[in-house]
């Protein structure tokens, strides 16, 4: 939708076509001149051709009337080339709210187009800065996958969705084994290796149509939907096991799943799949 500020810009854009106007100087001054010279050329004409045909008090009337027409003209005049700077301060405006950035479509070299580009262009790119930098503060800066906060913003949303289209939803959790151990043998090198092996695993291994979270630690969440609960099969791909320099045993992951073709909230969902991941991991440890 157009602003007050964009929809007056034809005066501007009608002055500056001239090239005797280029500067802003000359547009104002243009406009005074106009303003003033334009109602006095026609006072000047209503006494000559009046006189001695209208009364003293309709001249006045005339004359009076004209000077008003030109004080109205000269208002006008000057908030249409002020126009462009009303457009710079909506720039801004939107900036600072948040709000989508108004076009200004603004041509010309004189000071008030440069200045209306420059504020365009530096909300632009304030504007891509704090773009990339709330992404950047949403993904874990190791696996690239989302963070905890915004990972379950981000799968809330995505289950709400799914479940419009009638579509399953399944949460999978994963857990590296023996992680402290793995940590206290090898260190935090190995340790952010295998953490981003895996986090690369399950991002890939999902598909982009799901969302890969690293939960907390070592642990990681994975959602997924489809049609007639015909998810994509990760399980196998993601855990096969990471052979670790000098470390006896290779590191496994513990994975477990809950899914639901009923509406369910993420929290209870995810719940299921941490209890499931708990079972595994209890009967891995019976049959060792």
């Not at 051709?49 to 006008?76: E, K």
């Not at 070299?109 to 800065?129: F, P």
Request: net charge neutral.
């Amino acid at each position: 939708m157009d602003t007050p500020a964009r929809r007056s810009y034809g005066f501007y854009r009608l002055l500056a076509s001239f090239p005797l106007l280029s500067s802003y100087r000359a547009k104002c001054t243009a406009v005074v001149v106009a303003a003033f010279a334009v109602p006095l050329v026609v006072a000047w004409l209503v006494i000559v051709y009046g006189a001695g045909r209208l009364s003293v008090m309709a001249l006045a009337l005339a004359f009076t009337l004209a000077i008003v027409a030109g004080c109205v003209l000269a208002l006008y005049g000057m908030a249409r080339l002020v126009a462009p700077l009303d457009g710079a301060l909506d720039v801004i405006e939107a900036y600072v709210d948040g709000a989508p950035l108004p076009r200004v479509d603004l041509r010309g070299e004189d000071a008030v187009a440069q200045i209306v580009r420059g504020v365009t262009s530096l909300a632009k790119r304030a504007r891509t800065h704090d773009e990339a930098k709330r992404k950047e503060g949403e993904r874990d800066a190791l696996t690239g996958l989302w963070n905890r906060m915004a990972g379950r913003k981000e799968a809330k949303a995505y289950m709400d969705d799914a479940f419009k289209r009638g579509r399953a939803v399944r949460i999978l959790v994963a857990d590296i084994d023996r992680f402290a151990e793995l940590n206290a043998e090898q260190g935090l090198i190995a340790c952010d290796l295998v953490l981003k092996t895996y986090g690369t695993r399950l991002a890939k291994g999902a598909g982009e149509d799901s969302v890969a979270i690293r939960w907390d630690g070592d642990r990681f969440a994975v959602v997924q939907s489809a049609i007639d609960a015909a998810f994509v099969d990760v399980d196998e791909v993601v855990a096969r096991a990471i052979v670790v320099k000098g470390q006896a045993t290779p590191v496994m992951l513990s994975i477990g799943t809950a899914q639901s073709t009923d509406e369910i909230s993420f929290d209870a969902l995810l719940g299921q799949a941490e209890a499931a991941l708990r079972a595994e991991r209890g009967a891995a440890y019976q049959g060792a």
